[in-house]
């Protein structure tokens, strides 16, 4: 693509304030993990229910420091109650606050960019792919370009190609949706207006743990475009997404 | 063409983002939210309040469960007020537990017509609302009980609670203290509960009384009440309350 295009105003600000809250959310998210490194599924689970799985994360990593458990009722396999006399590291006030702080940012920003997206035609002309790129061999070669690194220089704007496409449509309309909403779905106020929520992911705990497997997803795909941008070049690609002018002069470069 | 069009975004943010402003309009009067010391946390706490009490339905109902969903339930915190061991121990705790709690006495007062002071048969003979609930711990686990109490809302109208009342604040025998807006005060699943499971509540329960808030995170649930004061202003209650120590005061989230 040889016309000179960049990216526009709000796609650079919104690119930039989600980026700024994800790490933020991801740092915070990784401190309360921290606090209760078990995952579960359904609506229930805590330290005396079993765990689908749980990570050695911090000190409370199967700490066991509870009472011994005393029956609810008289029935056999009855649930229990004990008391925890073990001291946990729980940092939760700042990183729950922050967490959230950030989660508005995310979302508010996302909002606009859903937004203009879908009014301006970006997500038609840039995101979404044409009915020609709908094509098996052709993806079939840009992924074989892709594994053997064959990266074509950036354009400065969002000439995107196939397999880019494919994964900022997952991004923005599959990942980070789905992690906005599953963390809905662990709001006590939010669910008790929609509690359809915890139906739609089976429960309290499950949401939980999509929500952390997003952030696995989420952080794959962080790793990955910052490889791409830095195989793209690295000095345009982020002066293309920071400042509003376009970078042809650096173009000549590019391999035709 | 292009240029006119992205100006109009731009200006499309800047309004777009001047009417969220104005969104919080309605919830800044001061005296009606925690205050936020200069801190940029409980400022994000504050917008996530007024924008649930904006946004959402005022008194929509939690899920409520089977009695098959009853689950394992940790006691976390204070679990026993009499061990005199514990950082929190409570020897009048101690002494109204040795007797059954048969001296124990909830005061209702503040902004109310007629103060109260209850006793657990008071309290039992109130109209009784049982409810299986998930209890959603700050920590990230949950557990589900059936919890038997009195509507706190049917307590504050039978203190007769004033107009101006705009806060409920409730103590505990174990120093932890809390408050609820008029919204989440008078939320119908909102109770005193004194049964567990269709048990008194245990002690490591918060017996013989403790709040139960379906609404908001665990840690509003204070155990081991003793009194519940209205008020018209936000009271941060210092050392004892939950923002000083950096944890955010409305919990829906």
């Known amino acids: 693509m040889a016309n000179a295009s960049h990216h526009s105003t709000w796609v650079r600000i919104c690119h930039w304030i989600v980026t700024l809250a994800f790490i933020a959310l991801v740092f915070t998210g990784i401190e309360i993990l921290m606090v209760h490194p078990r995952l579960y599924w359904g609506e229930v689970g805590n330290d005396l229910t079993p765990a689908l799985f749980e990570l050695p994360i911090s000190r409370n990593y199967k700490h066991g420091g509870f009472t011994e458990g005393q029956p609810f009722f008289q029935t056999p396999g009855s649930p229990v109650s004990a008391g925890r006399t073990y001291d946990i590291f729980n940092q939760n006030g700042w990183g729950r606050s922050l967490h959230f702080l950030a989660g508005w940012f995310l979302v508010v920003s996302g909002l606009v960019y859903l937004l203009f997206g879908f009014i301006g035609g970006h997500f038609r002309k840039h995101i979404l792919l044409s009915k020609k790129e709908f094509n098996w061999s052709r993806m079939m070669i840009d992924l074989k370009d892709h594994l053997r690194l064959l990266i074509p220089r950036a354009s400065g704007g969002p000439d995107y190609g196939i397999l880019q496409k494919i994964s900022y449509t997952i991004i923005v309309f599959l990942a980070l949706p789905l992690m906005v909403i599953t963390g809905f779905t662990m709001a006590p106020a939010i669910t008790a207006a929609f509690p359809f929520l915890l139906d739609l992911f089976g429960g309290y705990q499950s949401a939980r743990t999509i929500h952390f497997f997003s952030t696995i997803a989420l952080l794959l795909f962080f790793v990955i475009h910052i490889v791409m941008v830095i195989l793209s070049g690295f000095k345009k690609q982020m002066l293309s997404m920071t400042f509003k002018r376009s970078y042809e002069k650096e173009t000549d470069r590019n391999p035709s | ?253």
């Open chain 2, 1 to 253: 063409m292009k240029k006119k069009l992205i100006v109009t975004r731009r200006k499309a943010i800047i309004s777009g983002l001047t009417a969220m402003g104005g969104l919080l309009l309605p919830g800044c009067k001061s005296k009606e939210l925690p205050p936020t010391y200069g801190n940029i946390l409980r400022m994000g706490d504050n917008l996530t309040y007024v924008a649930h009490r904006a946004l959402l339905p005022g008194q929509a109902l939690v899920k409520e469960y089977d009695p098959r969903d009853i689950s394992s339930f940790p006691a976390t915190g204070t679990f026993n007020p009499g061990d005199s061991s514990w950082k929190y121990y409570s020897e009048e705790w101690d002494k109204l537990h040795k007797n059954d709690f048969a001296d124990w006495r909830l005061s209702v007062e503040g902004l109310v017509a007629k103060p109260l002071q209850l006793s657990l048969k008071d309290l039992m003979g109130l109209p009784a609302q049982k409810q299986i609930t998930r209890h959603s711990c700050e920590e990230g686990w949950t557990a589900i009980a059936e919890w038997t109490g009195v509507r706190l809302g049917d307590v504050l109208k039978a203190a007769g609670i004033l107009p101006k009342a705009r806060f409920v604040n409730y103590y505990a025998f174990d120093g932890f203290t809390d408050s609820l807006d008029m919204l989440d005060a008078f939320h119908p699943q909102t109770i005193l509960a004194y049964g567990m499971n269709g048990k008194n509540l245990p002690v490591p329960h918060g017996a013989p009384i403790r709040m139960r808030v379906e609404t908001q995170i665990g840690y509003k649930s204070v155990k081991y009440l003793k009194r519940i004061v209205v008020t018209d202003e936000f009271d941060d209650f210092g050392e004892n309350g939950a923002i000083l120590n950096g944890w955010a005061w409305y919990n829906g989230i």
